[in-house]
């Protein structure tokens, strides 16, 4: 989670934005536009830490690297699907 403060039309406004780390083997993303999201799209982890423009938000997907990473690591990772396992 972040928070940051700011001033919109002479109110202070403290905004709270939650994180969650999850995985989607197929399907196409989809914008919640009732939620004033206009687009969205997968990237690889590389491309998104190159594309987002907030420091706090990079150091939020930095730690989900390390989260994955450990997952993988200890073999709490997902099952690979059968067309990933060699013969």
């Known amino acids: 989670m972040i928070d940051w ?6 109110r202070h406004i ?18 919640q536009s009732a939620e004033g999201i206009t687009a969205c ?23 989900a690297g390390e989260m994955v990473r450990t997952l993988v690591a200890i073999g709490a990772g997902r099952p690979k699907r059968e067309e990933e396992v060699s013969p």
């Open 5 to 10: 403060h700011f001033r919109f039309r002479g």
């Open 41 to 63: 799209q997968w990237r690889t982890f590389d491309d998104a830490l190159q594309e987002l423009s907030y420091d706090n938000a990079r150091g939020v997907l930095k730690r």
């Open 14 to 31: 403290h905004k709270y934005c939650h994180f969650f780390l999850f995985e989607s083997p197929t399907g196409e993303p989809c914008p």
